[in-house]
């Protein structure tokens, strides 16, 4: 039986579970990530791999900037490689498989850094293959979810990801200041061996949910996709026969597939400038660069150095409270994109961020904080609020806006270029932050400062609006040739009057579209629906159709949603 219904739409308990059990992906790049800041300013860690002017004290040990860089930035090299591959390896044994040998592949990489002695290439070598199976797992864990979970859910999903990247950050933070005064290697290993846990919880949970119908249906196993669609919306075996709702959804994911295989694209199709797709996937590049350049990495990284050189006494409790308001405000990212639409908060955020990064780095450089509390307490207060606006803005925007701006020919090309432009400017940072601190110590935030000002202008001029619309209807807005991105907001379909409009003729269908659900919702929620306009959005934003759409589309937009977390 469903949980409940959502949009004349049931729910079933399985949709809940493969969230979670799949935002583990998220998690193992969140933890791999927020462990390292903490690790490089362990005792141990550095006797072992850093150079030494005496090989029994710690305070004489320090990273040169190409070791730091490198053991900090293979990671992302091997998830630039990760992501490519990814995808292709999906299609080829399963979603759920592909998952399992990526938890393998990350969990090999954490062994060979577990069992590093004093080598710290061995060490960092060990971060690349964890890198490959964390790309991997960037592309597999979002297809699945898109192509798995209920429609009316499938954004909120895709935003759990990043909530459990950013949970992730935080519970390596904290097993950090737990651990940081054991010794003989205690304080790192248990702090990397940890790690090992979590891709074990994926790769097992995972093989107890249902395939993606889609991956099942392309190889001719329609049967086994209405199992897993009916494990979905919590529709018992002996009923999925007859339910109409899933042989409607079968049907179409089949004549899709039959459609996909006649408009194939390859890469290069990603760069004609034909309807704007070479436009789009230019814009999706930029966005996600401008995501890398904001410096919350900067601060995810480098944190713990960064605070130590504040004149922070415990650099390890800064980090946390980091990590804190950067998963406690993602929440507050979830509700901000959904009502306040995509180029607002990006704007916003832009100009809130490179406000904060200012002060950050004006105090920093108009007086040593060394020494001087008051410097020191104000540039953590506006790191933090530098976070607080990253994480409600930019953070899970841009990761929403790369499944909703690209065609369905091409989308999960442009997806998988757009991805890999983060993670390679993810690399440059990493390697390149410590000889830039060394040059120009915290005058670094003023160039992070003018990123965040040039990301809010980009955004103004070259981002359509995308929310409330179908993926479809985003398609033919920017192929309007009378809508401009300041414009956009107010752009609406043919035939309606307002984007909220479309919103309430899709929910109407929906309750239509399934027997019984109208008396559902009328139990659960009663019969002022205009006081659930918030709820009808998100709907539409998660991809359900509009009249005028393809009646298959959605589950073509599923596959467009493969590389983009």
């Excluded at 004489?60 to 091997?78: N, P, Q």
């Excluded at 998952?99 to 060990?126: E, K, N, P």
């Excluded at 207060?381 to 990253?390: D, W």
Aim: with cysteine; glycine share 10%.
């Amino acid at each position: 039986m469903p949980l409940f219904y959502l949009h004349g739409m049931p729910i079933g308990g399985v949709a809940i579970m493969l969230a979670l059990v799949a935002s583990m992906g998220g998690f193992i790049f969140g933890y791999d990530t927020g462990q390292i800041s903490d690790l490089l300013v362990m005792d141990d860690f550095k006797l072992r791999f850093a150079t030494c002017g005496d090989a029994s004290d710690p305070g004489s040990c320090e990273f040169s900037d190409v070791r730091a860089g490198l053991i900090v930035a293979l990671l992302s090299v091997g998830t630039l490689f990760g992501t490519l591959i990814g995808a292709p390896i999906a299609d080829w044994i399963g979603r759920r498989w592909a998952m399992v040998v990526d938890c393998v592949v990350f969990s090999v990489g954490v062994i060979v850094q577990l069992v590093a002695s004093t080598s710290w290439q061995q060490f960092a070598v060990g971060r690349l293959i964890s890198g490959l199976g964390v790309g991997a797992l960037s592309s597999a864990v979002p297809m699945y979810q898109a192509e798995t979970a209920p429609t009316q859910i499938r954004g909120t999903l895709t935003a759990t990801y990043q909530l459990f990247i950013t949970l992730g950050i935080l519970v390596a933070y904290c097993i950090s200041i737990g651990t940081r005064y054991l010794e003989a290697g205690r304080s790192w290993r248990i702090v990397v061996g940890l790690g090992l846990i979590w891709p074990a919880i994926l790769a097992f949970g995972i093989l107890c949910m249902p395939e993606s119908p889609r991956w099942l249906v392309a190889h001719g196993h329609l049967k086994k996709a209405e199992r897993a669609i009916a494990r979905a919306y919590g529709i018992s075996a002996r009923d999925e026969d007859a339910n109409h709702f899933v042989q409607r959804e079968v049907g179409e994911i089949k004549a899709q597939v039959d459609a996909e295989s006649t408009m194939r694209a390859g890469w290069l199709d990603c760069f004609k400038p034909g309807r704007k797709t070479l436009y789009r996937t230019l814009l999706g590049m930029t966005l996600q660069s401008f995501q890398q350049l904001t410096g919350a990495n900067y601060f995810f990284y480098y944190g713990a150095t960064v605070f130590t050189s504040v004149g922070i006494t415990d650099s390890f409790v800064v980090q946390i409270i980091l990590g804190a308001v950067n998963f406690g405000c993602t929440f507050g990212g979830l509700y901000v994109m959904e009502k306040f639409g995509r180029r607002r908060p990006l704007i916003i955020g832009g100009v809130w961020q490179s406000i904060w990064l200012f002060v950050f780095a004006a105090a920093g450089t108009a007086r040593s904080p060394m020494g001087n509390p008051p410097i020191g307490a104000l540039m953590i207060v506006s790191a933090c609020l530098f976070i607080l606006g990253y994480a409600m803005t930019w953070a899970p925007g841009v990761w929403i806006l790369i499944g909703e701006t690209f065609p369905t020919r091409t989308r999960a090309k442009q997806g998988a270029l757009s991805t890999a432009s983060n993670w390679l400017i993810n690399f440059l940072l990493a390697f390149f932050t410590p000889f830039i601190v060394k040059a120009i110590n915290f005058r670094y935030g003023f160039v992070f400062a003018a990123c965040n000002l040039a990301g809010a202008i980009i955004v103004y001029f070259f981002l359509y609006e995308s929310s409330d619309l179908t993926l479809e209807s985003v398609d033919d807005m920017y192929n309007d040739p009378n809508c401009k991105p300041w414009t956009s907001r107010r752009w609406v379909p043919p035939g309606y009057e307002s984007r909220y409009a479309v919103a309430q003729d899709n929910k109407a269908k929906q309750q239509k579209s399934v027997p019984g659900a109208t008396d559902a919702i009328d139990e659960k929620k009663g019969s002022g629906s205009d006081v659930h306009h918030q709820e009808d959005v998100l709907a539409t934003t998660e991809g359900h159709q509009a009249p005028f759409a393809n009646p298959s589309a959605d589950n073509v937009h599923s596959k467009g949603a493969s590389a983009v977390v």
